[in-house]
């Protein structure tokens, strides 16, 4: 078994688009328009299923903003260098809820970011190899 994706329900699908394409460059994997259901999906990632696990950006037509709730925490994307990662996404509008540095307790850089509907994202700093 893997993990396929992970589903977000967003405001505004473009935008979610550009902060994960522009900001944390993912790809635009494909979209799927369903108005008859009056919802469409995109796809990002860095890479496609199989191999790569997607987040499905869900946008249902006419909901503009949902409540995240107490139960979500937030997704983790393991990144090169997490305070050039962070000046990036702040140079292009994003907003930086943690300032990269060492986890409490800890030697493993990290930072925080929020997409546009709310949802944090944890950059977790992994030198190659």
Same mark, same amino acid.
Request: proline share 4%; aromatic share 8%; glycine share 12%.
């Given at each position: 078994?893997?993990? /396929?994706?992970?589903?977000?329900? $967003?405001?505004?699908?473009?935008?979610? =688009?550009?902060?994960?394409?522009?900001?944390?460059?993912?790809?635009? /994997?494909?979209?799927?328009?369903?108005?008859?259901?009056?919802?469409?999906?995109?796809?990002?990632?860095?890479?496609?299923?199989?191999?790569?696990?997607?987040?499905? /950006?869900?946008?249902?037509?006419?909901?503009?903003? *949902?409540? =995240?709730?107490?139960?979500?925490?937030? =997704?983790?994307?393991?990144?090169?260098?997490?305070?050039?990662?962070?000046?990036?996404?702040?140079? @292009?509008?994003?907003?930086?809820?943690?300032?990269? @540095?060492? $986890?409490?307790?800890?030697?493993?850089?990290?930072?925080?970011?929020?997409?546009?509907?709310? *949802?944090? =994202?944890?950059?977790?700093?992994?030198?190659?190899?």
């Amino acid at each position: 078994m893997r993990i /396929l994706h992970t589903m977000l329900r $967003v405001g505004n699908l473009q935008r979610s =688009i550009d902060f994960y394409t522009k900001l944390l460059g993912m790809t635009l /994997l494909h979209t799927t328009d369903r108005p008859e259901q009056k919802y469409t999906l995109a796809f990002v990632g860095y890479g496609s299923n199989p191999e790569h696990a997607e987040l499905e /950006l869900t946008y249902n037509y006419g909901v503009e903003q *949902y409540e =995240i709730g107490t139960a979500f925490g937030h =997704i983790a994307i393991g990144v090169e260098d997490a305070q050039q990662t962070c000046e990036r996404i702040a140079a @292009g509008g994003g907003t930086i809820t943690r300032a990269a @540095g060492p $986890v409490k307790g800890g030697a493993t850089v990290i930072a925080f970011v929020q997409d546009p509907d709310g *949802y944090k =994202i944890e950059l977790i700093e992994r030198k190659p190899d």
